[in-house]
């Protein structure tokens, strides 16, 4: 079955500091991979994603996220931390199937202090 | 949240009754969906639509409906069956089921006492 896990319930960071965010998957198959963000009672945004190709991925908002196939990694990173980057993130991967489904991780709060 | 409007955004309802959440895209998309969140859960799928006047069941569809009678629109009713109403619920669209991301509605928090 496949699968996405976020390790982490919540990352701190200093503004201004490199953050992380990780994301493990499972699949069968090519992994299409995503990063999405949420800000309180809000919906969710979209960030990045793989599909093939460059390992480095940028995105939105000076995001940006490093494919590993060997370690089944997606990792969120940026360079500095802003306070306004604090948020839900989740990880997800498209399901196998033709369903265009989604499998969500769990989501990490991001905290960014100032 | 792009061209996607879920109305309303918080919704009480008394246990027993049914609601139906709004979902309406103007993006020309073909592919809708309808998620539930929980805290601490993520995101499960509870239906999605290809195209219009068919819809497929998610992982967690019991207890709830779906329509699909117009491109636009993809309304979900929850029903008294459905045991744990309250969440938040999120409507996303994508072009079709082949295009990889889907674009997300500001959700709709119901709560059932």
């Known amino acids: 079955a496949q699968s996405v896990a976020q390790p982490e319930d919540q990352v701190n960071v200093a503004e201004g500091n490199p953050l992380t965010v990780k994301c493990t998957y499972s699949v069968s198959g090519n992994p299409y991979l995503f990063w999405y963000v949420q800000y309180p009672n809000r919906g969710l945004q979209f960030l990045l994603k793989y599909i093939t190709g460059d390992n480095l991925v940028k995105g939105s908002y000076g995001f940006e996220a490093e494919f590993n196939k060997s370690q089944t990694s997606f990792h969120l990173k940026k360079p500095s931390a802003l306070v306004s980057d604090s948020a839900l993130y989740f990880c997800a991967v498209r399901d196998a199937g033709n369903t265009g489904k989604l499998i969500f991780g769990q989501g990490t709060t991001l905290q960014v202090k100032p | ?113």
């Open chain 2, 1 to 113: 949240d792009g061209g996607i409007t879920q109305s309303p955004k918080y919704l009480f309802r008394k246990e027993g009754q049914n609601v139906t959440l709004s979902c309406e895209q103007n993006l020309n998309h073909d592919a809708m969906y309808w998620y539930r969140q929980d805290p601490g859960q993520g995101l499960r799928l509870i239906y999605y639509s290809q195209i219009v006047n068919d819809f497929q069941k998610g992982d967690i569809a019991e207890g709830y409906s779906v329509s699909r009678e117009k491109k636009e629109s993809f309304p979900l009713t929850v029903t008294s069956a459905q045991k744990n109403p309250t969440a938040f619920y999120l409507c996303a669209s994508s072009q079709d089921l082949a295009t990889y991301e889907q674009y997300f509605g500001p959700g709709t928090r119901l709560t059932v006492t």
